[in-house]
């Protein structure tokens, strides 16, 4: 079953100062079916996280059509849909993880996460239990759940990062190089939870520097450059 549809896809950006306008991708397209691991590749600024922050609305696509399959809103063009629906979307279906943590001020780190399966509708008890353990498999030192996260370091960001999003178990997540600055062992532990997420059901779409990261993970690759899907992954690279 198909879930998402990109067609035409195109995106540029109006430097103000300069009075100019730099397009940054054109006419994208590529599909995947439910359950699927497609990785990004291309050169530096070919414009990977700018496909990303599309599909989940941080930017507003100019060209194409973003078909999201969704569970509870039926066909939708992401590209067209309301701020309303995107706010729906992305507490209830689509994750995103990049590898800067972006949260309301003054929340401690265990109440992030719980605030983020409370949000999906879950009891307080649930939210709290599944928060413990989402913060557990992360290894975040429980000294720190109750600090607010502006102190912690890189690494501990990045791993609230991906508990806030993965516990709420999206159908659709979005890995925007989540794992740019983690050591072997986070990164093992990331790695665990995606594909624990593959197996109950989560698409992904990924960008990572590290190319051994995806190898074994992505089903398919999609090049920036060739505008094409594969499903080969060896002597890949992000050269493009
Ligand atoms: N908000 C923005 N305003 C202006 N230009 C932008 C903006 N976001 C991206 N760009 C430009 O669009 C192009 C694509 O950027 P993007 O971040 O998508 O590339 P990328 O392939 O993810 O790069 P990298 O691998 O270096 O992270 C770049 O030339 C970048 O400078």
Known sequence: MT???????GKAFTIHHLNKTIPAVGDIRFSMDAGEFIGVIG??????????????????PDAGQIIYH?????????????EREMIFLRKHEIGYVSQFLNVMP????????????????ETRETARTEAEKAL???????????????????????????AMATVKKPRLLLLDEPTASLDQQSKLKVREMIEKL???????????HDIEF?????????????NKMSIALEGVTNEG
Request: hydrophobic fraction near 35%.
């Open 214 to 226: 995806m190898e074994g993970l992505c089903d398919k690759v999609f090049d920036m450059h060739t």
């Open 106 to 121: 003054r929340t401690t780190c265990r109440e992030l996460v719980q605030n983020a399966l409370l949000e999906m509708g």
């Open 136 to 162: 557990t498999h992360f290894e975040m030192d429980p000294a720190l759940w109750d600090s607010y996260p502006n102190t912690f370091s890189g690494g501990e960001k990045l791993r609230l990062n991906i």
């Open 198 to 208: 593959k197996k109950q059901g989560t698409t992904l779409v990924g960008i990572f």
């Open 3 to 9: 879930i998402l549809e990109v067609n035409g896809f």
């Open 43 to 60: 050169k530096s600024g070919s414009g990977k996280s700018t496909i990303l922050k599309s599909i989940y609305r941080t930017y507003l």
């Open 70 to 82: 969704s569970k509870q809103l039926g066909n939708i063009d992401l590209a067209q849909a309301t």
